[in-house]
């Protein structure tokens, strides 16, 4: 396999928080997408769940980037899922399956970290 992109991003969870608080619902609406939401929501401290979220979808569009359609990629085209094992996974639509494709994607790998303060995720474009 050989890494064709990489892309890495922190977001502070208190930032996250505050946008939550003045925003409400709108954040979860725009930014994620419904399975993301319910997750985050289900949890006693949704801003860390958002924030690294949101980390990782920042970090797969770093990932995808160096086109004019690339720039087009909208937030609830990543999703954070967990792989059957539990490790974090990408599930990428829109014009971010587009971009993967043209750049022969085949596999996302994603690392993702948190403390109450900070959210942080790597991310790892490889083709065969």
């Given at each position: 396999?050989?890494?064709?992109?990489?892309?890495?991003?922190?977001?502070?969870?208190?930032?996250?928080?505050?946008?939550?608080?003045?925003?409400?619902?709108?954040?979860?609406?725009?930014?994620?997408?419904?399975?993301?939401?319910?997750?985050?929501?289900?949890?006693?401290?949704?801003?860390?769940?958002?924030?690294?979220?949101?980390?990782?979808?920042?970090?797969?569009?770093?990932?995808?980037?160096?086109?004019?359609?690339?720039?087009?990629?909208?937030?609830?085209?990543?999703?954070?899922?967990?792989?059957?094992?539990?490790?974090?996974?990408?599930r990428l639509s829109g014009f971010a399956a587009a971009r993967a494709e043209q750049l022969g994607v085949q596999?996302?790998?994603?690392?993702?970290?948190?403390?109450?303060?900070?959210?942080?995720?790597?991310?790892?474009?490889?083709?065969?």
């Amino acid at each position: 396999m050989t890494a064709i992109g990489v892309g890495i991003d922190l977001v502070e969870v208190s930032r996250v928080a505050a946008i939550i608080a003045d925003k409400g619902s709108r954040v979860f609406e725009r930014l994620l997408t419904p399975t993301e939401r319910a997750y985050c929501e289900s949890r006693p401290d949704p801003a860390t769940h958002v924030a690294v979220r949101l980390a990782a979808k920042e970090a797969v569009y770093k990932a995808l980037q160096g086109s004019e359609a690339a720039r087009g990629i909208g937030w609830r085209e990543v999703e954070v899922t967990r792989a059957p094992d539990g490790r974090p996974d990408v599930r990428l639509s829109g014009f971010a399956a587009a971009r993967a494709e043209q750049l022969g994607v085949q596999r996302v790998l994603l690392s993702l970290s948190h403390t109450h303060q900070a959210a942080v995720a790597v991310v790892v474009l490889e083709r065969g």
